[in-house]
């Protein structure tokens, strides 16, 4: 029984929405579906860094001038966009870093450094995005901390059975991926919270693959940290987000010094800003901030929930087409999943296919996607992963299905 329903929303004029989507690859209609690497940009996010350079290029929090003036409320108002977006309590607690990555470094190099002694513990799980293990790898081998790995079962689903085993009086910090970039698993992150803090643990979650999909509140969560880029939510390049409780980063020492996180310097020593802008050194990227905004404004527009719907509508008939596509493996089958299938063909490798893939329009990821641990878990050098996005419909889906056929007749 196909599982095709009507569209929640206007895909006709979301697509217009998106000036990139006009391009015409080997004179094909672009399919786009690579968006847990980067979403495509609408007009709203390009206007409004585009008037942003135009209209109000200046630096921010420093001059009193009218240009300063303006960038710098444009900015602070992006921080206070942000912070509604996810529900923060304080806008105080929403920081501008140049993404997940970063944003993560930044809790591993800080928080971590401050609290983690010789023997203390850092649980992670195997599902884990480099971005949000190297740095725990680093921050460990210098403190003499162990790491962790919750397992995962064959579907992709966290052992949470094995996680309350794992968490203890020695765990510090359990950094965790709210959804996973290769799975699509949605974790119980909720749970995860209430299990970590039972066991006086602080909670760190990389949400650059949930908010593109589905509403985020910080506050119900009661998370410690949390993290997300721009550049996956429809907005720029070079700008994400940290959130942390108030109390937390008042504590934590400063990531990088200069500009505009100090309140008074001398020869000897300095003194900091509190808050988000103690982590905030030099000049940010405005515009990115600015464009992030845009995007926020453009996805609250449609409506969060609509956009989770549309989401599910989406990964449910492309996995009904995908699994009747003999020789085809789906790794990541939870009950709990966003718009993201990784799979394999018995006949091709995924580096082939996504060739063949492109030349017919089709863009997709192949690779190990930046999750080697997880890759060796599932026993394969690398996975091609189609990922959807809110400007993608069942005519998409469809010609991905059509185009491994294809694939499977090269090789098969």
Same mark, same amino acid.
């Given at each position: 029984?196909?599982?095709?329903?009507?569209?929640?929303?206007?895909?006709?004029?979301?697509?217009?929405?998106? =000036?990139?989507?006009?391009?015409?690859?080997?004179?094909?209609?672009?399919?786009?579906?690579?968006?847990?690497?980067?979403?495509?940009?609408?007009?709203?996010?390009?206007?409004?860094?585009?008037?942003?350079?135009?209209?109000?290029?200046?630096?921010?929090? @420093?001059?009193?001038?009218?240009?300063?003036?303006?960038?710098?409320?444009?900015?602070?108002?992006?921080?206070?966009?942000?912070?509604?977006?996810?529900?923060? =309590?304080?806008?105080?607690?929403?920081?501008?870093?140049?993404?997940?990555? !970063?944003?993560?470094?930044?809790?591993?190099?800080?928080?971590?450094?401050?609290?983690? @002694? !010789? #023997?203390?513990?850092?649980?992670?799980?195997? $599902?884990?995005?480099?971005?949000?293990?190297?740095?725990?790898?680093?921050?460990?081998?210098?403190? #003499?901390?162990?790491?962790?790995?919750?397992?995962?079962?064959?579907?992709?689903? /966290?052992?949470?059975?094995?996680?309350?085993?794992?968490?203890?009086? @020695?765990?510090?910090?359990?950094?965790?991926?709210?959804?996973?970039?290769?799975?699509?698993?949605?974790?119980?992150?909720?749970?995860?919270?209430?299990?970590?803090?039972?066991?006086?643990?602080?909670?760190?979650?990389?949400?650059?693959?949930?908010?593109?999909?589905?509403?985020?509140?910080?506050?119900?969560?009661?998370?410690?940290?949390?993290?997300?880029?721009?550049?996956?939510?429809?907005?720029?390049?070079?700008?994400?987000?940290?959130?942390?409780?108030?109390?937390?980063?008042?504590?934590?020492?400063?990531?990088?010094?200069?500009?505009? $996180?100090?309140?008074?310097?001398?020869?000897?020593?300095?003194?900091?800003?509190?808050?988000?802008?103690?982590?905030?050194?030099?000049? =940010?990227?405005?515009?990115?901030?600015?464009?992030?905004?845009?995007?926020?404004?453009?996805?609250?527009?449609?409506?969060?929930?609509?956009?989770?719907?549309?989401?599910?509508?989406?990964? !449910?008939?492309?996995?009904? /087409?995908?699994?009747? /596509?003999?020789? /085809?493996?789906?790794?990541?089958?939870?009950?709990?999943?966003?718009?993201?299938?990784?799979?394999?063909?018995?006949?091709?490798? =995924?580096?082939?296919?996504?060739?063949?893939?492109?030349? !017919?329009?089709?863009?997709?990821?192949?690779?190990?996607?930046?999750?080697?641990?997880? $890759?060796?878990?599932?026993?394969?050098?690398?996975?091609?992963?189609?990922?959807?996005g809110i400007y993608n419909d069942f005519e998409d889906t469809e010609a991905l299905a059509v185009g491994l056929r294809k694939v499977a007749e090269i090789f098969g």
């Amino acid at each position: 029984m196909s599982t095709k329903t009507e569209p929640l929303i206007d895909i006709s004029k979301v697509r217009a929405d998106f =000036p990139i989507l006009s391009e015409r690859p080997y004179g094909k209609r672009l399919i786009y579906l690579d968006s847990a690497a980067t979403a495509q940009k609408p007009h709203a996010v390009i206007d409004a860094v585009g008037r942003y350079y135009s209209e109000a290029n200046a630096n921010v929090n @420093r001059a009193s001038h009218f240009l300063a003036a303006k960038a710098t409320d444009a900015y602070e108002t992006a921080r206070s966009t942000v912070s509604c977006f996810i529900n923060a =309590p304080s806008v105080e607690e929403i920081v501008f870093t140049r993404g997940t990555t !970063e944003s993560i470094n930044l809790v591993a190099q800080t928080f971590g450094r401050a609290n983690l @002694r !010789e #023997g203390d513990e850092i649980v992670l799980s195997q $599902m884990e995005h480099h971005a949000n293990l190297v740095p725990w790898q680093l921050v460990a081998q210098e403190r #003499g901390a162990i790491l962790k790995f919750v397992p995962i079962d064959e579907r992709g689903d /966290l052992c949470l059975d094995r996680l309350r085993e794992m968490v203890g009086e @020695r765990t510090k910090i359990v950094s965790i991926t709210h959804v996973s970039n290769v799975l699509g698993t949605i974790n119980p992150v909720a749970e995860i919270v209430r299990l970590a803090h039972e066991a006086g643990a602080a909670v760190m979650l990389d949400g650059a693959q949930a908010v593109p999909h589905m509403s985020v509140d910080v506050s119900d969560l009661d998370c410690d940290f949390y993290a997300f880029s721009g550049h996956k939510l429809y907005g720029p390049t070079g700008i994400g987000v940290l959130y942390g409780k108030a109390n937390l980063l008042d504590k934590m020492p400063p990531y990088q010094a200069g500009g505009d $996180m100090i309140t008074s310097v001398s020869f000897d020593s300095s003194s900091f800003k509190t808050g988000a802008h103690k982590f905030e050194a030099g000049t =940010p990227n405005i515009a990115g901030a600015i464009g992030l905004a845009a995007a926020i404004d453009y996805l609250n527009s449609i409506g969060m929930d609509t956009v989770k719907a549309w989401d599910a509508q989406l990964l !449910e008939h492309a996995t009904e /087409l995908l699994s009747g /596509l003999p020789g /085809l493996r789906i790794f990541g089958t939870s009950k709990e999943k966003a718009g993201v299938i990784s799979f394999a063909l018995d006949c091709a490798h =995924p580096h082939d296919i996504a060739t063949i893939l492109d030349r !017919e329009g089709i863009a997709i990821r192949a690779g190990h996607h930046c999750a080697q641990p997880l $890759m060796g878990i599932l026993k394969e050098p690398a996975t091609a992963r189609a990922s959807f996005g809110i400007y993608n419909d069942f005519e998409d889906t469809e010609a991905l299905a059509v185009g491994l056929r294809k694939v499977a007749e090269i090789f098969g």
